[in-house]
Antibody, heavy 121, light 107 residues
Framework: QITLKESGPTLLKPTQTLTLTCTFSGFSLKTHGVGVGWIRQPPGKAPEWLSLIYWDDTKRYSPSLKTRATITKDTSKNQVVLTMANMDPVDTATYYC?????????????WGQGTLVTVSS | DIQMTQSPSSLSASVGDRVTITCQASQDIRFRAHWYQHKPGKAPKLLIYDASALESGVPSRFSGSGSGTDFTFTISSLRPDDIATYFCQQSDSLPLTFGGGTKVEIK
């Protein structure tokens, strides 16, 4: 059974850096074709895709993040970490991580429950 | 970026009703549209992938159709447990983008 769980701070001040961890089980990020992505959903708005990392360390980012975001993986801990610099109140959202595996590339097959991050001074 | 225009944003229907939600892509995405169900406080769940393929374990009352720019998601007979927000997503090109969601309620 595949599960994912997001963890990180619930409250940040503007300009701080967000570090979110996705801890997963039931699969390995060493397996060919496997990827883990991050998606966020601001209150009352549509989900927004942020980033993806694959088994071979290929990384993809949403252009909307510009250079603010970095995604990394630790296969020994079964974790994927997303960092976002210079957080702003508009970054307030529930952040989700999700599993994807080829041939369903870019399909977010299993999601975590999400973690709410609030950015406020 | 490919825009996914989803409608309606909300609907109210009776148990047993047929419910239809549409998503229109701003450009041809072939069959690369997927549908998710999201209940408050829970993880979003993939129901339909590649426009019409039913994810394993998903009840057959859920279905999808379409290709190109126009996609439809249908619940053939609404059940109380189907109360949720449903949203579409395209995977034809990055960045991945989502529809605005449809909140389904029981009348």
């Amino acid at each position: 059974q595949i599960t994912l769980k997001e963890s990180g701070p619930t409250l940040l001040k503007p300009t701080q850096t967000l570090t979110l961890t996705c801890t997963f089980s039931g699969f390995s990020l060493k397996t060919h074709g496997v990827g883990v992505g991050w998606i966020r959903q601001p209150p009352g708005k549509a989900p927004e895709w942020l980033s993806l990392i694959y088994w071979d360390d290929t990384k993809r980012y949403s252009p909307s993040l510009k250079t603010r975001a970095t995604i990394t993986k630790d296969t020994s801990k079964n974790q994927v970490v997303l960092t976002m610099a210079n957080m702003d109140p508009v970054d307030t959202a529930t952040y989700y991580c999700a599993y994807s595996q080829s041939p369903l590339d870019y399909v977010l097959q299993i999601w975590g429950q999400g973690t709410l991050v609030t950015v406020s001074s | 970026d490919i825009q996914m225009t989803q409608s309606p944003s909300s609907l109210s229907a009776s148990v047993g009703d047929r419910v239809t939600i549409t998503c229109q892509a701003s450009q041809d995405i072939r069959f690369r549209a997927h549908w998710y169900q999201h209940k408050p406080g829970k993880a979003p769940k993939l129901l339909i992938y590649d426009a019409s393929a039913l994810e394993s374990g998903v009840p057959s009352r859920f279905s999808g159709s379409g290709s190109g720019t126009d996609f439809t998601f249908t619940i053939s007979s609404l059940r109380p447990d189907d109360i949720a927000t449903y949203f579409c997503q395209q995977s034809d090109s990055l960045p991945l983008t989502f529809g605005g969601g449809t909140k389904v309620e029981i009348k």
